[in-house]
């Protein structure tokens, strides 16, 4: 797949952009047996408390790896876009499986990505993810909400709420008098670009369906952190073509694998910003 002018465009006016069908039913198949059958997902996700106490989970690690999530980190369909919309080379900054349980999933504040990453040595706004729907992501289970163009806002401070970090409440209020709310309703298979200055959030999951999504990050390898942290520095990728997500198959975390390494990590993130928190996410 090669993202055309007119979508190119439109990613960087509005700031996201959503392909319906990348990947199709059996791609996706793949992915959502293997995360909710995988023992090392589940037993390394962690919590994130929203404001009204409500938890939702979420698992991270920083390098794709072989398994079927980094063959759908490290395919054509998707690395070559992000090279493309961040006009060059990028490498996977990192990635997470975002799970929004039924009925008592919790919410994520108001915030942008590059809220977070800015304290991990990123100088330049040159990264951007891609959520794939792994489960439909409706209104009624919390699906991903944006503010179309607020990325051209630039970077808004962002403070401590509970376990999450916001956006600056103030700032926030006034750019929802002046962009368009846009609730992002995906089917399995569907993915969302969008840009580490978009204000993104969602709602609770009050429904009885589960909403499950992976986030793939990206940052552009003239962006290169300055400093380390527990995201990685530029680390060259090994694109892999399309088809080997079919051939990989269900290949889940092992024991000892990266996914295991963010245990450690994980102090390190809030240390290094008392007002924010580096698992930002959706």
Not at 56 to 79: E, K, Q
Not at 176 to 188: A, G, Q, R, S
Not at 197 to 225: E, F, G, K, T, V
């Amino acid at each position: 797949m090669i993202l055309n002018q007119k979508q190119i465009k439109a990613y960087k006016r509005d700031g996201f952009l959503l392909i319906n069908n990348l990947f199709d039913q059996e791609e996706i198949g793949l992915l959502s047996c293997s995360a909710k059958q995988d023992r090392e997902i589940e037993r390394m996700s962690k919590g994130r408390i929203d404001t009204q106490g409500s938890e939702v989970r979420l698992s991270l690690w920083n390098h794709p790896g072989d398994t079927i999530y980094g063959m759908f980190a490290r395919c054509h369909r998707i690395v070559n876009s992000m090279e493309v919309l961040l006009d060059g080379e990028v490498y996977h900054y990192h990635s997470k499986m975002i799970m929004k349980d039924p009925k008592i999933g919790g919410a994520w504040e108001w915030h942008q990505d590059y809220g977070y990453w800015y304290q991990n040595g990123c100088l330049q706004p040159l990264l951007s993810s891609v959520m794939i729907a792994v489960d439909p992501a409706k209104r009624g289970n919390g699906c991903l909400q944006v503010l179309r163009q607020s990325h051209h806002l630039g970077r808004i401070d962002h403070k401590q709420t509970g376990d999450q970090a916001g956006a600056e409440m103030e700032r926030v209020k006034e750019a929802l008098k002046i962009f368009d709310l846009v609730y992002v309703e995906m089917e399995p298979g569907d993915a969302l670009f969008f840009h580490c200055n978009l204000l993104h959030r969602s709602d609770q999951n009050r429904s009885p369906n589960p909403r499950w999504s992976m986030i793939c990050c990206y940052n552009a390898a003239r962006n290169n952190p300055y400093k380390e942290s527990h995201h990685p520095r530029y680390t060259p990728i090994k694109k892999v073509p399309d088809t080997a997500i079919r051939t990989v198959g269900i290949k889940r975390f092992k024991e000892h694998s990266d996914l295991e390494s963010m245990e450690t990590q994980d102090g390190q993130s809030k240390s290094s910003m008392k007002n924010s928190n580096s698992h930002s996410s959706a």
